[in-house]
Nanobody
Framework: EVQLVQSGGGLVQPGGSLRLSCAGS????????MSWVRQAPGKGREWVSA????????YYAESVKGRFTISRDNAKNTLYLQMNSLEPEDTAVYYC?????????????????WGQGTQVAVYS
């Protein structure tokens, strides 16, 4: 059974940092691209970042470029999202998502498995 189990998140003041983790199991983690997608209150899902199967290529939405860093540790079957310089507009539920193949997905949908979601709240 494929599982994506997320951890991290929480409450932080503007300018603060958080790191999200997503542990994969039930599939060959290093055979698939992965992404982070978020959903702010009252809004649709928004693609945030994607990473290739080997971590060599990374992609970011303009809204987070320069502040967020996606990475993965295939030895630990874990995906990460380091979020720095957080802004109130980053408040959302964040989801990790597994691409259906090696190709990165840079959209809010098109994934075959999702993590359970984790809340990030940036408040002043």
């Amino acid at each position: 059974e494929v599982q994506l189990v997320q951890s991290g998140g929480g409450l932080v003041q503007p300018g603060g940092s958080l790191r999200l983790s997503c542990a994969g199991s039930g599939f060959s983690f290093d055979d698939y691209a992965m992404s982070w997608v978020r959903q702010a209150p009252g809004k649709g899902r928004e693609w945030v970042s994607a990473i290739s199967w080997n971590g060599e290529y990374t992609y970011y939405a303009e809204s987070v470029k320069g502040r967020f860093t996606i990475s993965r540790d295939n030895a630990k079957n874990t995906l990460y999202l380091q979020m720095n310089s957080l802004e109130p507009e980053d408040t959302a539920v964040y989801y990790c998502a597994k691409a259906p193949g090696v190709a990165t997905v840079r959209f809010a949908d098109g994934y075959d498995y999702w993590g359970q979601g984790t809340q990030v709240a940036v408040y002043s």
